[in-house]
Nanobody, 131 residues
Framework: QVQLVESGGGLVQAGGSLRLSCAAS????????????MGWFRQAPGKEREFVAG????????VYADSVKGRFTISRDNAKKMVYLQMNSLKPEDTAVYYC????????????????????WGQGTQVTVSL
């Protein structure tokens, strides 16, 4: 019912920037519904998936992982059904596959950091930060 496609990953030197995008589509958007949280998660080799950032429907409620606060910015464009992750001051430890996720929660709720609460996931985009 929902497809999420990430783009914008790549190789960047430490201190550099990347902007990830996620496009949402599918029959579920045919009858436009208010709500749904969008989130970004990441998974590095040998590590568990971790929450990066989440944004509510209105964009007024945003949550960041401590590790990315002040460096990453999440935003969304509901008309285009897009969510973005601007990543600045990248570090080698940011290297991971980044996933976009959708939590089909009605209303303008605070994003959850729990991956299990998200209903749909993209296939991921690789971000590699070199020294």
């Amino acid at each position: 019912q929902v497809q999420l496609v990430e783009s914008g990953g790549g190789l960047v030197q430490a201190g550099g920037s990347l902007r990830l995008s996620c496009a949402a589509s599918g029959r579920a958007f045919g009858n436009f519904v208010m709500g749904f949280v969008m989130g970004w998660f990441r998974q590095a080799p040998g590590k568990e998936r971790e929450f990066v950032a989440g944004i509510s429907w209105s964009g007024s409620r945003i949550v960041y992982a401590d590790s990315v606060k002040g460096r990453f910015t999440i935003s969304r464009d509901n008309a285009k059904k897009m969510v973005y992750l601007q990543m600045n001051s990248l570090k080698p430890e940011d290297t991971a596959v980044y996933y976009c996720a959708l939590d089909w929660s009605l209303g303008d709720v605070v994003p959850t950091t729990q991956g299990g609460a998200y209903d749909y996931w993209g296939q991921g985009t690789q971000v590699t930060v070199s020294l």
